[in-house]
């Protein structure tokens, strides 16, 4: 006896469900991903700048600070971008190859954003996790201590690090990732203080878990989706601050280079038509911070339970 169409429909309709119940919710939310075209195209330009800034170095034919001497100061116009010459991007008026200093201004930039939102998010969790999670006092005392350096002016505080401490990388990547972790520790502690009631987190405090396990095996990896999704916005952000830092001249210095050191050396010369010298970092900069905003906005509505 063949079945029916409604016994059909009925049998359709329950593999469906078990397609759904039986996949997990990082499935689900890769799936998701995976179908946001405008995230996933700048996924891909994310891992080209990534290449980019790894391997750049070997096809360009000149180290970052190899200086040209013929095409320097008025002659720096002869250093336009040529195959033929080597000089892919150029030179800049120090007659150096624009090319391998590109390659070495979005390593540097891409350390800093990565490095600083590393640090950012590993503090900021784990100060809002441990606040939200004792509440009362503790919470109140430290959420007001993150009040107050919340107050105070976020590049005041890093230009005064850097003249204090010294301009160097590894004081612009300390410098930028412990200030930027006060808006992580108020958004882990507010997720906190919801994951707390929840029943396997009350089983663990009964039967006697230490309270600083609860936190780092139960309450920070259902942090992960939140954190994940702030750290590639914060990412660019970072990037954003490491550009505005060197464009004043206080970031990384000679014979390193970063994209806003470089956007700020290109700045002086457009008037004199090198257009090249500004045009190749600022398309690396946009490119870049553009890829970790679209990104980012993907991993959110993929990680977002409102939207399943």
Do not use: C
């Amino acid at each position: 006896m063949l079945p029916n169409k409604a016994t059909v429909e009925s049998v359709a309709d329950a593999m469906a469900v078990a397609e759904v119940q039986g996949r997990s919710l990082w499935a689900d939310a890769r799936k998701r991903f995976l179908a946001n075209k405008a995230a996933l195209v700048s996924l891909f330009l994310l891992i080209g700048v990534a290449l980019f800034s790894i391997f750049g170095n070997l096809i360009a034919q000149y180290a970052p600070d190899y200086v040209d001497f013929t095409l320097m100061g008025a002659n720096a116009y002869k250093g336009v971008p040529s195959i033929e010459t080597g000089h892919y991007f150029g030179t800049d008026t120090s007659g150096r190859d624009l090319f391998a200093r590109t390659v070495m201004g979005t390593r540097i930039s891409l350390l800093v954003g990565l490095i600083g939102a590393l640090v950012a998010v590993i503090v900021g969790t784990l100060y809002g996790a441990t606040a939200g999670y004792f509440g009362g006092r503790t919470d109140g005392i430290m959420m007001r201590i993150v009040d107050v350096l919340m107050s105070i002016p976020f590049m005041f505080v890093l230009i005064l690090m850097l003249v204090i401490f010294g301009r160097s990388i590894s004081m612009l990547f300390l410098g930028i990732g412990l200030i930027s972790w006060l808006d992580m520790a108020r958004i882990a502690r507010g997720q906190t203080l919801t994951i707390k009631n929840k029943e396997f987190v009350e089983m663990a405090h009964a039967i006697g878990v230490h309270p600083i396990k609860i936190i780092l095996r139960h309450i920070v990896p259902n942090l992960l989706g939140i954190v994940i999704v702030y750290a590639t916005l914060l990412v660019p952000t970072m990037i954003i601050f490491e550009s505005f830092i060197s464009f004043l001249g206080l970031g990384v210095q000679e014979p390193a280079t970063s994209l806003g050191a470089l956007i700020n050396e290109g700045s002086s010369t457009m008037q004199r038509g090198f257009y090249w010298q500004i045009g190749f970092p600022i398309f690396f900069f946009v490119i870049t911070i553009f890829a970790f905003f679209f990104v980012g906005d993907g991993l959110r509505d993929a990680l977002d339970p409102k939207d399943r």
